[in-house]
């Protein structure tokens, strides 16, 4: 028995291809996407509270005013990106080892690291899997050599 003509006729089924084909490889490259934005968008927020944090840090004062100078620009920064100064880890370091960061010509190092988490998880699925990017910054800036406690 010989097929019937309605089964050998392709009309119409391109498009039901087009559609099949484009959702299959469509989606995951607009995911693709979206988290390469954010990713970078969680970079240039963790980069910019490092370098913010050392230029404020070595302008300051006092060692202590310094420190809250610093914490204050980098949760500003963090904010601006949408990550939260919160979770954020942020490490002063000084060298050379001196009494303090504030000594003239000493650097002043910042070290930010913060997570970047994927777009679209649900609250339910990230509570249970680390579904986030881990990035981290460092920022070096050298105290004046004219700097003097005033």
Excluded: H
């Amino acid at each position: 028995m010989l097929p019937s003509k309605r089964w050998r006729d392709d009309r119409g089924s391109a498009s039901l291809e087009f559609i099949t084909v484009g959702l299959i490889l469509l989606l995951p490259l607009v995911y693709l996407v979206l988290a390469l934005a954010a990713i970078q968008a969680g970079s240039f927020g963790v980069e910019g509270a490092a370098r913010q944090g050392a230029r404020v840090f070595v302008q300051a004062n006092k060692p202590t005013d310094a420190a809250a100078a610093a914490s204050v620009a980098i949760g500003d920064a963090l904010a601006d990106y949408g990550l939260d100064p919160d979770t954020a880890t942020v490490k002063v370091t000084c060298a050379p080892k001196a009494s303090s960061c504030l000594d003239r010509r000493s650097f002043v190092t910042i070290r930010v690291t913060a997570s970047v988490p994927l777009p679209l998880v649900p609250p339910a699925i990230s509570a249970k899997l680390p579904l986030a990017v881990p990035l981290e910054a460092t920022a070096t800036q050298q105290v004046s050599r004219f700097w003097g406690a005033g």
